[in-house]
């Protein structure tokens, strides 16, 4: 399916992946989907912007309305699991990593000068920064494939179909967003209501605005 989509399409569903392990999720779902397209700038996602849903604004609500798995629906969760997904790691990690911030420790006094001739003085060298960390994904191997929940592949499905239905021979970002954009995703829906939409008026303004450029 893949080789039918444009360069932007075929990027947006790569950074969706990308997305899910940074947010600590083993799957793919229609709500990364959406979260991998919001960085990109054409008509569809512009739409969206005049909504609220914007990259800054929809990320932590798709961790909230995911809640560290709890938040799939009974199919995705029964699918993950029937993959080897570890839901309780993912859970775990959650609840861990979303804990209270811990104070911030106190400034560390400025490093010792040593007086060099002449007067002047240099500051001894810096601590080298520590290697950053890899991203950690629980209850997946580190390096193993992020599998597409039933939801997510319905929606690259139906765009697909949104493309054929258009008399299109490539799917375009539009053609993902719409696909998108059913009303039997519980889990995106619940996470456009956290930036005070939903999937109706989001598809309203998306196909308005395509009517308006066609």
């Not at 990364?32 to 996602?45: D, Q, R, T, W």
């Not at 240099?122 to 209850?139: F, L, M, N, T």
């Amino acid at each position: 399916m893949f080789e039918r989509f444009t360069l932007n399409a075929r990027i947006a569903v790569v950074r969706s992946q990308q997305e899910a392990r940074e947010l600590g999720h083993p799957w793919i779902g229609s709500e990364h989907l959406m979260l991998g397209l919001l960085a990109e700038k054409e008509v569809p996602i512009l739409a969206l912007a005049r909504l609220g849903v914007t990259y800054d604004a929809y990320r932590p609500a798709v961790l909230a309305a995911a809640d560290g798995g709890l938040g799939l629906a009974e199919e995705d969760r029964e699918a993950l699991t029937g993959a080897g997904i570890d839901l309780a790691a993912v859970r775990e990690h959650f609840l861990r990593t979303q804990a209270p911030a811990a104070p911030a420790p106190a400034p560390e006094p400025e490093p010792a000068r040593r007086w060099l001739p002449f007067g002047r003085r240099k500051a001894a060298a810096p601590a080298p920064s520590p290697a950053p960390a890899s991203i950690v994904v629980p209850g997946l191997a580190p390096d193993a494939h992020l599998p597409f929940t039933p939801h997510g592949q319905r929606a690259l499905d139906s765009a697909s179909k949104v493309m054929l239905a258009q008399a299109d021979d490539r799917i375009t970002l539009a053609h993902v967003v719409l696909g998108l954009l059913t009303p039997a995703d519980e889990l995106l829906s619940r996470s456009l209501q956290r930036v005070g939409t939903d999937i109706e008026p989001v598809r309203a303004a998306v196909l308005a605005d395509l009517g308006q450029v066609a």
